[in-house]
């Protein structure tokens, strides 16, 4: 199988390999290294005239210095890194500490992202990095800049993003390649595998395809010759195997026709030497099929029929030589075992009195004295530890987190110390110490996505990693020796999985301030500096998932919030900071989308939207004033003759046009989408028409002119679709309207809003972008950014550039 490398990694013509650098072997004096390779860089073109070192220095510079034993800030500035070979970087820094406040540590942060052709991409992405960190991004400054960190209250992350399976991922497994790569293997929504090496990130092969739905389970093996595989299940029912050396497909496993799929995979050594496949569903009450991963033959089942559907299983290997199967289902609280040559339960089930719920993580390991332990979660946040030679239970539930645990693995650290690693619905990242039962370090939240899988594996040398899959795709790399060392930050207490919504508000002093949904907080901050000025008091529920702000007829300015799975709109009012009521709508599934109208008379409405359908309220006395209509998602706006009006999104993807007080329409539908519209905003054009911006379950973002009812410029395509839509101006008299677009991807992109074009270069984030908010300053155009945290970025000159000088339109890119 074929390692895909960064593109460009020919030395380019004329460029001789002796350049005047250390050679690949440690000299015997550092500094001499030092002095020779900061002699280089002090001649080197870019610095002077260039944008560019040379392209040997880009691929190559690295190695020297490592090889002299001189890798480090000091020789590999950080102007440098953004022109670095990140796949010959990152192999280096395999040793290295684990992420940390250094620039190469925060380098670490973006090399997913970084592109061999794309300078100022990278660049950005360092400057964003580094503003995270409370580092001053000025050093990596670029020509080709697109995105200046104005301010930036981000929580640092403790780990490294080192791939992303495209379209979401949920399953994953660790393997070693005969040639010694360690990999990581993905299963995805899309209903491929593909494979990643996990010291330089680079897609192993082509991705692996035949299963035609979500691939929801996937498990590695080492076959007796040498070969290593995996098997893969997928809800489509159908279990492949594929040879992980040269992706070829070895056989597919007539399972059956699984009521939901397969939903368990596992793998098992028995005494014979055979290697087994071990497969089940989570509905079924069927026994735990085994299969033989050499011939591909059905083997005896490796379990007896169980009350109902498996939810986790694994197959140690008792101090005896015996290899057992552990099974749970959703039954009950209950671990068994099961002999695998023969099916037979050993002993009876192993019930975890006490506690209620349903055990969904389970993995096994032996302790330092031999004792082979199962490490069991549920779905009321407990850990429990099984010996497995006895069925009791050993020590103290280890609690901690606060909703299911989905998935567990285990791991000896350097020091010689046994540690379990789970993790789960509340997104924390827990570290146990199996002989204490005690956890080793405050949670390390995933902040802006869930865990669906965690594994863990042992780089070069001894650093022992945690590897998470998560829901957005990105394979994360945790270095459990640092976790289980230290704690986090005040962050980590949120577990909503980062800000959700972001509006602005001008208070009567002059002031704007930024409000936002974090968790069930709502929180202002100053849009100059970013300083946290005011946590509004807390009584929201399910997360906040949206909010806006208006001056009511009265002269309050007041904000407007509403949670997930509540009915109720809270009102705050944020000139004289106290509530000012509360909406009782009635969307029993509470409100995802609310704007809010200045209706000709003088008084104000608020539109909601929920549960598919939209209302039309008075702020003041809290009547219902219009409703309920269908829609999934709505905005306002004034067109030029004055009249206000709501744009309502609807789930066969047309636009409506409403009359805000009565919901009347006051023109035909718009045809915009071909599934539902999930995102809207209005905005104005440089030539005064009013238009909506709209997203759709189609993964388009399209435009439309709202007086003359037609379609604005190209479509724009949305690959993975948008989480996040926002339009903001650029400053000069053109008045350049762009669109800004968050995904699950983690990047955020601007286009031309009147012709569909893209503008520039994606910035790269850490996570999912949840909230975007354009706003236009004093001479700068800014973009507020909700995801792990809040940032407020300024759009650089070389967006103006290249929209007026018609430079090439960028694509979007994939990490």
Same mark, same amino acid.
């Given at each position: 199988?074929?390692?895909?490398?960064?593109?460009?990694?020919?030395?380019?013509?004329?460029?001789?390999?002796?350049?005047?650098?250390?050679?690949?072997?440690?000299?015997?004096?550092?500094?001499?290294?030092?002095?020779?390779?900061?002699?280089?860089?002090?001649?080197?073109?870019?610095?002077?005239?260039?944008?560019?070192?040379?392209?040997?220095?880009?691929?190559?510079?690295?190695?020297?210095?490592?090889?002299?034993?001189?890798?480090?800030?000091?020789?590999?500035?950080?102007?440098?890194?953004?022109?670095?070979?990140?796949?010959?970087?990152?192999?280096?820094?395999?040793?290295?500490?684990?992420?940390?406040?250094?620039?190469?540590?925060?380098?670490?942060?973006?090399?997913?992202?970084?592109?061999?052709?794309?300078?100022?991409?990278?660049?950005?992405?360092?400057?964003?990095?580094?503003?995270?960190?409370?580092?001053?991004?000025?050093?990596?400054?670029?020509?080709?800049?697109?995105?200046?960190?104005?301010?930036?209250?981000?929580?640092?992350?403790?780990?490294?993003?080192?791939?992303?399976?495209?379209?979401?991922?949920?399953?994953?497994?660790?393997?070693?390649?005969?040639?010694?790569?360690?990999?990581?293997?993905?299963?995805?929504?899309?209903?491929?595998?593909?494979?990643?090496?996990?010291?330089?990130?680079?897609?192993?092969?082509?991705?692996?395809?035949?299963?035609?739905?979500?691939?929801?389970?996937?498990?590695?093996?080492?076959?007796?010759?040498?070969?290593?595989?995996?098997?893969?299940?997928?809800?489509?029912?159908?279990?492949?195997?594929?040879?992980?050396?040269?992706?070829?497909?070895?056989?597919?496993?007539?399972?059956?026709?699984?009521?939901?799929?397969?939903?368990?995979?596992?793998?098992?050594?028995?005494?014979?030497?055979?290697?087994?496949?071990?497969?089940?569903?989570?509905?079924?009450?069927?026994?735990?099929?085994?299969?033989?991963?050499?011939?591909?033959?059905?083997?005896?089942?490796?379990?007896?029929?169980?009350?109902?559907?498996?939810?986790?299983?694994?197959?140690?290997?008792?101090?005896?030589?015996?290899?057992?199967?552990?099974?749970?289902?959703?039954?009950?609280?209950?671990?068994?075992?099961?002999?695998?040559?023969?099916?037979?339960?050993?002993?009876?089930?192993?019930?975890?009195?006490?506690?209620?719920?349903?055990?969904?993580?389970?993995?096994?390991?032996?302790?330092?004295?031999?004792?082979?332990?199962?490490?069991?979660?549920?779905?009321?946040?407990?850990?429990?530890?099984?010996?497995?030679?006895?069925?009791?239970?050993?020590?103290?539930?280890?609690?901690?987190?606060? $909703?299911?645990?989905? #998935?567990?693995? *285990? +791991?000896? @650290? !350097?020091?010689? /110390?046994? %540690?379990?690693? &789970?993790?789960? =619905?509340?997104?924390?990242?827990?570290?146990?110490?199996?002989?204490?039962?005690?956890?080793?370090?405050?949670?390390?939240?995933?902040?802006?996505?869930?865990?669906?899988?965690?594994?863990?594996?042992?780089?070069?040398?001894?650093?022992?990693?945690?590897?998470?899959?998560?829901?957005?795709?990105?394979?994360?790399?945790?270095?459990?020796?640092?976790?289980?060392?230290?704690?986090?930050?005040?962050?980590?207490?949120?577990?909503? $999985?980062?800000?959700? #919504?972001?509006? *602005? +508000?001008? @208070? !009567?002093?002059? /002031?704007? %301030?930024?409000? &936002?949904?974090? =968790?069930?907080?709502?929180?202002?901050?100053?849009?100059?500096?970013?300083?946290?000025?005011?946590?509004?008091?807390?009584?929201?529920?399910?997360?906040?998932?949206?909010?806006?702000?208006?001056?009511?007829?009265?002269?309050?300015?007041?904000?407007?919030?509403?949670?997930?799975?509540?009915?109720?709109?809270?009102?705050?009012?944020?000139?004289?900071?106290?509530?000012?009521?509360?909406?009782?709508?009635?969307?029993?599934?509470?409100?995802?989308?609310?704007?809010?109208?200045?209706?000709?008379?003088?008084?104000?409405?608020? %539109?909601?939207?929920?549960?598919?359908?939209?209302?039309?309220?008075?702020?003041?006395?809290?009547?219902?004033?219009?409703?309920?209509?269908?829609?999934?998602?709505?905005?306002?706006?004034?067109?030029?003759?004055?009249?206000?009006?709501?744009?309502?999104?609807?789930?066969?993807?047309?636009?409506?046009?409403?009359?805000?007080?009565?919901?009347?329409?006051?023109?035909?539908?718009?045809?915009?989408?071909?599934?539902?519209?999930?995102?809207?905003?209005?905005?104005?054009?440089?030539?005064?028409?009013?238009?909506?911006?709209?997203?759709?379950?189609?993964?388009? %973002?399209?435009?439309?002119?709202?007086?003359?009812?037609?379609?604005?410029?190209?479509?724009?395509?949305?690959?993975?679709?948008?989480?996040?839509?926002?339009?903001?101006?650029?400053?000069?008299?053109?008045?350049?309207?762009?669109?800004?677009?968050?995904?699950?991807?983690?990047?955020?992109?601007?286009?031309?809003?009147?012709?569909?074009?893209?503008?520039?270069?994606?910035?790269?984030?850490?996570?999912?972008?949840?909230?975007?908010?354009?706003?236009?300053?004093?001479?700068?155009?800014?973009?507020?950014?909700?995801?792990?945290?809040?940032?407020?970025?300024?759009?650089?000159?070389?967006?103006?550039?290249?929209?007026?000088?018609?430079?090439?339109?960028?694509?979007?890119?994939?990490?």
């Amino acid at each position: 199988m074929r390692s895909h490398h960064g593109e460009g990694q020919e030395d380019g013509e004329g460029q001789a390999t002796d350049s005047g650098w250390p050679s690949p072997e440690p000299e015997s004096e550092v500094r001499d290294v030092e002095r020779r390779i900061a002699a280089c860089l002090a001649t080197l073109p870019w610095s002077r005239t260039s944008p560019a070192p040379l392209p040997y220095v880009r691929r190559h510079l690295a190695e020297h210095a490592a090889a002299g034993g001189v890798l480090g800030d000091r020789l590999l500035p950080a102007e440098f890194l953004p022109y670095a070979d990140a796949g010959r970087l990152r192999t280096v820094l395999t040793q290295a500490q684990p992420v940390g406040g250094t620039v190469l540590g925060l380098w670490r942060q973006v090399a997913h992202a970084c592109r061999w052709e794309d300078p100022a991409a990278n660049a950005d992405a360092l400057r964003f990095r580094l503003a995270v960190a409370g580092r001053s991004a000025d050093r990596v400054a670029h020509p080709g800049s697109v995105w200046r960190p104005h301010w930036v209250q981000w929580p640092a992350e403790r780990c490294e993003i080192v791939a992303r399976h495209p379209g979401g991922l949920w399953s994953m497994d660790t393997a070693v390649l005969p040639h010694g790569q360690v990999v990581a293997v993905t299963g995805g929504e899309d209903g491929t595998v593909r494979v990643w090496d996990l010291i330089t990130g680079d897609l192993v092969g082509e991705p692996l395809t035949g299963h035609s739905d979500i691939v929801r389970a996937v498990a590695t093996a080492l076959l007796p010759d040498g070969r290593v595989v995996v098997v893969t299940g997928s809800s489509d029912s159908a279990v492949r195997v594929w040879d992980l050396s040269t992706g070829e497909p070895l056989h597919e496993l007539p399972a059956g026709a699984l009521d939901q799929g397969v939903r368990q995979v596992a793998t098992a050594t028995v005494r014979d030497g055979r290697v087994l496949a071990l497969i089940s569903d989570s509905w079924r009450q069927e026994p735990v099929q085994a299969w033989d991963l050499t011939t591909g033959a059905r083997a005896p089942d490796a379990s007896g029929r169980h009350p109902s559907g498996v939810t986790a299983l694994a197959a140690p290997r008792l101090p005896d030589g015996r290899t057992v199967l552990v099974t749970c289902c959703s039954a009950d609280r209950a671990a068994r075992v099961w002999d695998i040559a023969d099916g037979r339960q050993i002993g009876g089930p192993r019930e975890l009195t006490g506690e209620t719920g349903t055990l969904y993580a389970l993995a096994t390991t032996r302790l330092r004295h031999g004792q082979p332990v199962a490490i069991v979660g549920a779905d009321d946040g407990s850990v429990h530890l099984v010996d497995l030679t006895t069925g009791e239970r050993t020590g103290r539930p280890m609690t901690g987190h606060n $909703f299911t645990v989905d #998935t567990a693995d *285990t +791991a000896v @650290l !350097p020091d010689g /110390r046994h %540690v379990a690693v &789970t993790a789960g =619905g509340d997104g924390k990242l827990r570290v146990w110490d199996l002989a204490t039962t005690q956890g080793l370090s405050a949670p390390v939240t995933s902040r802006t996505s869930g865990v669906r899988t965690v594994r863990t594996t042992v780089l070069s040398g001894e650093r022992v990693v945690a590897v998470t899959g998560n829901e957005d795709g990105t394979v994360r790399l945790w270095d459990l020796a640092a976790l289980a060392s230290s704690s986090d930050d005040r962050w980590d207490s949120d577990a909503d $999985f980062g800000i959700r #919504t972001v509006a *602005t +508000a001008v @208070l !009567p002093t002059g /002031r704007t %301030v930024v409000l &936002t949904g974090h =968790g069930e907080q709502v929180r202002v901050w100053d849009l100059t500096s970013g300083a946290l000025l005011n946590d509004l008091p807390a009584g929201h529920v399910s997360g906040i998932s949206a909010i806006t702000a208006s001056t009511l007829p009265d002269g309050r300015v007041v904000a407007f919030v509403c949670s997930g799975f509540s009915p109720r709109v809270r009102l705050w009012d944020l000139t004289e900071n106290r509530s000012a009521g509360t909406l009782d709508t009635q969307h029993p599934f509470g409100v995802q989308f609310l704007a809010t109208a200045a209706l000709p008379d003088g008084r104000a409405a608020v %539109v909601t939207c929920g549960d598919g359908w939209v209302g039309a309220w008075d702020p003041l006395t809290g009547d219902l004033l219009a409703g309920p209509v269908p829609g999934s998602s709505l905005a306002t706006a004034t067109l030029p003759d004055g009249r206000p009006i709501a744009v309502v999104g609807g789930s066969d993807g047309t636009l409506n046009l409403l009359e805000p007080a009565t919901l009347d329409p006051v023109a035909d539908s718009l045809p915009a989408h071909s599934a539902a519209v999930d995102e809207l905003r209005t905005a104005r054009l440089p030539d005064g028409r009013i238009v909506a911006v709209s997203a759709g379950k189609d993964d388009c %973002v399209r435009v439309h002119d709202l007086a003359g009812g037609r379609p604005v410029g190209a479509c724009v395509p949305a690959p993975g679709g948008v989480l996040a839509l926002a339009t903001v101006t650029l400053p000069g008299p053109e008045g350049i309207l762009l669109t800004v677009t968050g995904g699950a991807d983690g990047r955020v992109r601007l286009w031309n809003t009147a012709t569909g074009a893209a503008v520039g270069h994606p910035l790269a984030t850490d996570g999912q972008v949840r909230a975007l908010l354009g706003i236009e300053g004093e001479g700068a155009s800014l973009v507020l950014l909700g995801g792990a945290g809040l940032a407020c970025l300024e759009i650089g000159s070389a967006a103006s550039h290249r929209v007026l000088g018609g430079s090439r339109a960028e694509g979007p890119a994939t990490a």
